[in-house]
């Protein structure tokens, strides 16, 4: 089984920031790609950010600047340092990766969701 543990959502105020975490763990051979989406009230999810091979990544225009994806390798881990926070960021935050698992070949998991709300 492959689990995705996320953290580090919160109530920041606008200019303010947060670092979100995401844990993969279960029988993972390797990693294709991990990302964060998110979800505002009433609108579609949509990607924020996502990396690939370790180190190749892509952002959406909103984030471009301000937030920035990485990844520990070893951990099998995926965090996003979020800066300059806007009130338009307030979202529940997923956490997606594609996974190589055993002899199942590469499947796709989300995460349970972490909120973050910007808010003076």
């Known amino acids: 089984q492959v689990r995705l543990v996320e953290s580090g959502g919160g109530l920041v105020q606008p200019g303010g920031s947060l670092r979100l975490s995401c844990a993969a763990s279960?029988?993972?051979?390797?990693?294709?790609?991990m990302g964060w989406y998110r979800q505002a009230p009433g609108k579609e999810r949509e990607l924020v950010a996502i990396?690939?091979?370790?180190?190749?990544?892509n952002y959406a225009d909103s984030v471009k600047g301000r937030f920035t994806i990485s990844m520990d390798n070893a951990e099998n881990t995926v965090y996003l340092q979020m800066n300059s926070l806007k009130p338009e960021d307030t979202a529940v935050y997923y956490c997606?990766?594609?996974?190589?698992?055993?002899?199942?070949?590469?499947?796709?998991?989300w995460g349970k969701g972490t909120l973050v709300t910007v808010s003076s």
């Open positions: 990396i690939a091979n370790g180190d190749i990544t």
């Open positions: 997606n990766a594609d996974l190589v698992v055993g002899v199942f070949g590469a499947l796709n998991y």
């Open positions: 279960g029988s993972i051979s390797s990693v294709n790609d």
